[in-house]
């Protein structure tokens, strides 16, 4: 059986290290190599590789944000290529996913690929459960880095939205309404776990159901019982509650 591999890292050395790893695995077939997240979720929706490793932190999109892009069926195995200290790696571990730490090591990187081909020859129905628990048990502020950008999924196509676009988000039952301008994207995520991946010095919660960016801020009205209107510079008007006042107060102070 050969194994078809996606290489995933914004590092060119380290995709050159990986790359020299596996040529010499008689069962490899490297089919490809993307320096970023955008890259990676085109590769792999076009190419269907059975195994990806993949850089946790690179700009823009990271290697979460390209497992959230592609659909569940559709998401190959997954060795992560990290820098994440013990205990973020633990995580990982505990959801039955491997990875290499860098600088990689070639006999840890060795094992990681053989428990990915133990993998593919017993395919295992839950894993796509256990990435997303994975993913849920990492603390996504260890990054230090915010995204860019958004993957916005629909019709079976991944737009990427620019974060500077973005205008105000809004809660709407499962899914969350981006907006830029006078146009709407759903995307299919809470509003807590949206609003920690986006950089605090450049969104504010102003509501239990709506996030704004502060760059778009024109004005605060108070209204009553401490409730209060955002007007942003593109005339749009989001309400805000007195539950999140204090934290605007203190922006705008």
């Not at 790893?21 to 320096?35: N, S």
Request: net charge negative; with cysteine; glycine share 6%.
């Amino acid at each position: 059986m050969t194994i078809r591999v996606l290489i995933v890292d914004d590092e060119p050395v380290a995709r050159r290290g990986i790359l020299r790893l596996l040529r010499q695995e008689p069962d490899i077939e490297v089919v490809a190599e993307c320096g970023d997240g955008e890259a990676a979720i085109s590769a792999i929706s076009a190419l269907s590789p059975d195994l990806v490793f993949l850089d946790v932190q690179m700009p823009e999109l990271d290697g979460f944000a390209v497992i959230e892009a592609i659909e569940g069926e559709r998401m190959p195995a997954v060795v992560f290529v990290t820098a994440f200290d013990q205990h973020a790696v633990r995580a990982f571990d505990a959801q039955a996913l491997d990875y290499v730490l860098k600088p990689i090591d070639p006999e840890r990187f060795r094992r990681a690929l053989q428990r990915a081909r133990s993998h593919l020859a017993h395919p295992d129905d839950g894993f796509v459960r256990r990435v997303s628990e994975a993913l849920k048990s990492i603390d996504r502020g260890e990054l230090q880095r915010y995204p860019l950008r958004l993957a916005i999924r629909s019709e079976g196509r991944v737009r990427l939205l620019d974060i500077g676009e973005v205008d105000r988000i809004v809660a709407a039952g499962n899914y969350v309404e981006i907006h830029t301008g006078a146009k709407q994207h759903l995307l299919r995520e809470t509003m807590a776990s949206l609003e920690s991946r986006l950089d605090p010095q450049r969104f504010i919660r102003v509501s239990r159901a709506a996030i704004v960016s502060i760059a778009q801020i024109c004005e605060v009205q108070p209204l009553f019982n401490g409730d209060f209107v955002v007007l942003l510079k593109n005339g749009a008007q989001v309400n805000g509650s007195r539950r999140y006042r204090a934290a605007l107060d203190v922006l705008l102070r």
